[in-house]
């Protein structure tokens, strides 16, 4: 097994990077600073890092078409026009409650978007899990402390996400045409006796999910039984979200934070907040395109 040759992508230190989504027309990683209410740009090929200010906490990104985004924030649901960076809300939710704002997220290979919301300052069962197609919302899973790991199989047949407060990686039966789970979940992953907490995740055409491990150093990807095959050593405590990036999504990029930590642990983990490339041989793919109306 090749091993993965770790860099970083970008030095610009996010106090909550999350959220990584990579546009392969423009070969462009989107990312966001969540607390400080940022998306992040920059080309996989190099070059500066664009900061666009969004004047409230955001956490997801999904691509319309070649000139809209759809980006998930504390209010819900905003159109991005690309060219002048305009947000539009497009659909509410938890609007009316200042407790809470969007966190993990992810485009079901159909065009459905599940969103996933949670307390600002993790409050006990504050958040939800949301699943948005052509304009219809609704709430698939309540009662979540810490929304996380959404992602879909290539073929939409199964849906995986976590309440990280669990330590528990649920997988659930899906509908591959409208994106809405079938049946009870059932647990993928049993991760409360391992090391760190289960965060942003990633599924392959093999069928393995790439997990970023907050707070354990790693990046950890576990074969379609659920079993783990492969730990990959960061050089940050806490990881937060891997994205397959490159012409053939064959690499991945993962976020990373220093939210939480004092001045002395800060010190003890200096890139913490940086964005990594991981030349690691992996079978990835690109998001789907969300579809809104």
Same mark, same amino acid.
């Given at each position: 097994?090749r091993e993965a040759i770790v860099s970083v992508f970008s030095d610009h230190v996010c106090q909550l990077g999350e959220g990584p989504s990579y546009d392969p027309a423009t070969d462009t990683l989107y990312w966001f600073d969540?607390?400080?209410?940022?998306?992040?740009?920059?080309?996989?090929?190099?070059?500066?890092?664009?900061?666009?200010?969004?004047?409230?906490?955001?956490?997801?990104?999904?691509?319309?078409?070649?000139?809209?985004?759809?980006?998930?924030?504390?209010?819900?649901?905003?159109?991005?026009?690309?060219?002048?960076?305009?947000?539009?809300?497009?659909?509410?939710?938890?609007?009316?409650?200042?407790?809470?704002?969007?966190?993990?997220?992810?485009?079901?290979?159909?065009?459905?978007?599940?969103?996933?919301?949670?307390?600002?300052?993790?409050?006990?069962?504050?958040?939800?899990?949301?699943?948005?197609?052509?304009?219809?919302?609704?709430?698939?899973?309540?009662?979540?402390?810490?929304?996380?790991?959404?992602?879909?199989?290539?073929?939409?047949?199964?849906?995986?996400?976590?309440?990280?407060?669990?330590?528990?990686?649920?997988?659930?039966?899906?509908?591959?045409?409208?994106?809405?789970?079938?049946?009870?979940?059932?647990?993928?992953?049993?991760?409360?006796?391992?090391?760190?907490?289960?965060?942003?995740?990633?599924?392959?055409?093999?069928? @393995?999910?790439? +997990? !970023?491990?907050?707070?354990?150093?790693?990046?950890?990807?576990? %074969?379609? /039984?659920? #079993?783990?095959?492969?730990?990959?050593?960061?050089?940050?405590?806490?990881?937060?979200?891997?994205?397959? @990036?490159?012409? +053939? !999504?064959?690499?991945?990029?993962?976020?990373?934070?220093?939210? %939480?930590? /004092?001045? #002395?642990?800060?010190?003890?983990?200096?890139?913490?907040?940086?964005?990594?490339?991981?030349?690691?041989? @992996?079978?990835?793919?690109?998001?789907?395109?969300?579809?809104?109306?």
């Amino acid at each position: 097994m090749r091993e993965a040759i770790v860099s970083v992508f970008s030095d610009h230190v996010c106090q909550l990077g999350e959220g990584p989504s990579y546009d392969p027309a423009t070969d462009t990683l989107y990312w966001f600073d969540i607390v400080n209410g940022q998306l992040l740009e920059k080309p996989l090929s190099g070059g500066a890092v664009k900061i666009h200010e969004l004047g409230q906490m955001a956490s997801a990104i999904a691509i319309i078409d070649d000139k809209r985004q759809l980006i998930a924030t504390e209010t819900g649901l905003h159109v991005r026009d690309v060219a002048t960076g305009k947000m539009t809300l497009h659909t509410a939710i938890e609007a009316d409650n200042p407790v809470t704002r969007s966190n993990d997220s992810r485009v079901h290979p159909c065009g459905a978007f599940w969103v996933g919301t949670m307390g600002k300052g993790e409050e006990k069962a504050a958040g939800s899990i949301y699943w948005f197609f052509r304009g219809e919302l609704r709430r698939l899973y309540s009662d979540i402390t810490v929304s996380n790991s959404i992602c879909f199989s290539e073929d939409g047949t199964i849906a995986c996400y976590t309440d990280t407060s669990t330590g528990l990686l649920m997988r659930v039966a899906c509908d591959p045409a409208t994106g809405l789970p079938v049946g009870e979940p059932k647990i993928f992953v049993d991760h409360r006796k391992a090391k760190g907490y289960i965060d942003g995740s990633v599924l392959d055409r093999d069928g @393995v999910l790439w +997990n !970023a491990c907050w707070g354990g150093s790693v990046v950890e990807a576990y %074969g379609p /039984d659920g #079993k783990l095959i492969r730990s990959v050593a960061m050089p940050v405590t806490q990881p937060s979200c891997p994205a397959f @990036v490159g012409r +053939n !999504a064959d690499r991945l990029v993962v976020t990373s934070a220093w939210s %939480g930590k /004092d001045e #002395k642990q800060r010190l003890l983990d200096p890139q913490a907040g940086m964005t990594f490339l991981l030349d690691i041989p @992996v079978n990835g793919r690109f998001e789907p395109r969300v579809l809104i109306a």
